[in-house]
């Protein structure tokens, strides 16, 4: 009761015993304004409820979820927009949990985020005790984050910020835990010494300029080139150096392919977009241009036939790979050019080293990256344009794509199996950092979080399409969506199970197969329960209609898109990746 008070009140006013006070509460919420952070993504409970109420009570916007992951997500993709550290506040040991999910998925797709949570008592902790939701949560966070930190005494507040702030934001931007135990909340010192202690964070992400013969290097390996391919990946998009990026691109005349969160860096549409001859040019080209990509699983790993080689083997290719992290290079295959620095810098270290004389790329490589585009183009119309019923993903997506070929500014969230691969491929993305989709990991559960802070941290509206499966981890939080009236409008591509509805069990038993839901479920009426617009649409030209009208109207919208329950694969483009099984249905 006494901490409600104290939280309460802005500060303790001088008296004769002494100077005014202040607590940890306040200047928690001073550290962060102090560094411009406006927006916590959280979920109250012990012993951050008062610390939610006061963040409310000095300005800052507190957007609570139904689940910490959720708002941990929702924190790591407004860092992902802003390249400012989005921050989750949970409570201890389960919130914090929850909250670990999300801190481990921002740290692996290099977002800046800073996931607080208030912890027991250390001394009982560290003794186990037994205390009230007990937990060592500074150790178990560490190998999810890229920096963990914990604040023992309120005049570190200001240094532990300014730590987590810089931590999650220079270098290769990650993950930063932040434990404030519940007793350093309440700990008072000295208003005026409590000013002084705040840290206001200088140049949290200093360029890192590369060295001048590492440049000529790169450019001496473009040079030699006659198949060149530059590569672009989310770390290209977060850098927000679309211009010098676009000229790079542009004055090269070298094709182009972007990573699924690096699309609409340069419009997909562009004439040097060789997204539709993926796999031709990851096979044909002799060179290659990494810009803020990994050679990662989803890359091959640079090896094997997607790069035109033997099976685990590299392809004879040269590499060229800018990336702030140096640990980065050869972490795949041999980089025959590393370029460490900032994508900005590089970038324009690249251009200005090229100069006016820079010959563009050889017009007989160009010309077959055309060409092969083309037929593929081609080759997909036919699925794209037909209209079975049930809807098919083809037919559902075509019709979502001329709907956000309308609105280049609407944000995408995407996550699912089929519904994640197609929609990569099918829907063109116009500008850049708005699609927001599984990521590295490939995981689900993304869905309502970044939809949630896409929408909170632009105030645009947002799209999210999703898998029947994928929009199960974050269902509920369409209530979170209605409390705050957000522009987002969901799409369920409603298959009936995860990948597909079809499959039975074998035993002739009771039980339906384990990926199987319940048949015709009706996903609109979960929003209608709280307020939000509930669509349930059977044919493509009602999809596009409740998507127009969701996207228009800027109220919460969800869409019960039903697909054919034959339609999709299993792991949809990832079914090589489920081990053989004599029992597994194809
Ligand atoms: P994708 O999955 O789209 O290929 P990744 O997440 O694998 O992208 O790769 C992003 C890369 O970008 C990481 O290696 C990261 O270190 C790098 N990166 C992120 N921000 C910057 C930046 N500002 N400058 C240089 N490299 C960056």
Sequence with gaps: MEQNQVAGSAAQSETAAGPALTDGFH??????????????????????????????????????????????????????????????????????????????????????????????????????????????????????????????????????????????????????????????????????????SLVKVVDPAPRQIPAPDAVARALDVLKGS??????????????????????????????????????????????????????????????????????????????????????????????VQIDIAAT??????????????????????????????????????????AEKKAKNIEKMSASLNANPSPMNFHSALRAIRDVMREHPDVYLVNEGANTLDYARSIIDMAKPRKRLDSGTRGVMGIGMGYAIGAAVTSGKPVVAIEGDSAFGFSGMEVETICRYNLPITTVIFNNNGVYRGTDTNPTGGSDVAPTVFVKGARYDKMIAAFGGIGKHVTTPDELAAAIQEGIRSGHPTLINAVIDERAGTESGRLTNLNPQSGAKKS
């Design 328 to 369: 980065e290079m050869d972490s795949n295959v041999p980089i025959d050019a590393p370029l460490v620095g900032d994508i900005g810098s590089c970038v324009e270290a690249l251009l200005a080293a090229m100069g006016g004389d820079f010959a563009r790329a050889d017009p007989s490589w160009v010309n077959a990256v």
């Design 226 to 319: 006659k198949r060149p391919l530059i590569l672009l990946g989310k770390g290209a998009a977060y850098a927000q150096a679309d211009e010098a990026i676009a000229a790079l691109i542009e004055r090269s005349g070298i094709p182009y392919l972007p990573m699924s969160m690096a699309k609409g860096l340069l419009p997909d549409t562009h004439p040097q977009s060789a997204s539709a001859a993926r796999s031709f040019v990851l096979a044909q080209a002799d060179t290659v241009l990494l810009i803020g990509a990994r050679l990662n699983w989803l890359l091959s790993h640079g090896k094997g036939a997607t790069w035109g080689a033997e099976e685990k083997q590299w392809a004879s290719k040269r590499f």
């Design 27 to 196: 200047v928690v919420i001073e550290a962060l304004k102090a560094n411009d952070i406006d927006t916590i993504f959280g979920l109250v409970g012990i012993p951050i409820t008062d610390l939610a109420r006061l963040a409310q009570a000095q300005g800052l916007r507190f957007i609570g979820f139904r689940h910490e992951q959720h708002a941990a997500n929702a924190a790591a993709i407004a860092g992902f927009i802003t390249q400012k550290p989005g921050i989750a506040l949970t409570v201890s040991a389960p919130g914090f949990l929850n909250g670990l999910v999300a801190l481990a998925n921002a740290t692996v797709n290099c977002f800046p985020m800073i996931l607080i949570s208030g912890s027991s008592e250390r001394e009982i902790v560290d003794l186990q005790q037994g205390d009230y939701e007990e937990m060592d949560q500074l150790n178990i966070a560490k190998p999810f984050a890229k920096a963990s930190f914990r604040v023992n005494h309120i005049e570190d507040i200001g240094i532990g910020f300014a730590r987590a702030i810089r931590a999650a934001l220079s270098g290769r931007p990650g993950g930063v835990y932040l434990d404030l135990p519940a007793k350093l909340l309440a700990q008072t010192m000295p208003l005026e010494a409590a000013k002084r």
